[in-house]
């Protein structure tokens, strides 16, 4: 089974940065649609960032997010990375995030959390 790690998860302060990172492996169920999804506390996950590779185009359903989270894919080795730039961090931006396919395949990893403190 495709083994995604997701870290860069930390505690942050109201207005600080933080970068999110997600190892890809090399597996032949590898598909272009990468996102980022992220569950608050008590709810359910959801897909804020997404990157399709074959454009090098990124895209945030998530509008609480847009304008200060970046999504970007590093396709230089056959094990890629996605990366979650997060910037001016807010309170709602709390959670636990996960990298995964779009529309989401196999298992979730373990996931990273961040926690926004004032």
């Known amino acids: 089974q495709v083994q995604l790690v997701e870290s860069g998860g930390a505690s942050v302060q109201v207005g600080g940065s933080l970068r999110l990172s997600c190892t890809i492996p090399?597996?032949?169920?590898?598909?272009?649609?990468m996102g980022w999804y992220r569950q608050p506390p008590g709810k359910q996950r959801n897909l804020v960032a997404f990157?399709?590779?074959?454009?090098?185009?990124?895209?945030?359903?998530d509008s609480s997010l847009k304008g200060r989270i970046t999504i970007s894919r590093d396709t230089a080795d056959a094990q890629e990375t996605l990366y979650l730039q997060m910037q001016s961090v807010e309170p709602e931006d709390a959670g636990v995030y996960y990298c995964?396919?779009?529309?989401?395949?196999?298992?979730w990893g373990q996931g990273t959390q961040v926690t926004v403190v004032s």
């Open positions: 995964n396919w779009v529309p989401p395949v196999g298992p």
């Open positions: 990157h399709i590779k074959s454009s090098n185009s990124a895209h945030y359903p």
């Open positions: 090399d597996t032949p169920n590898r598909r272009d649609t």
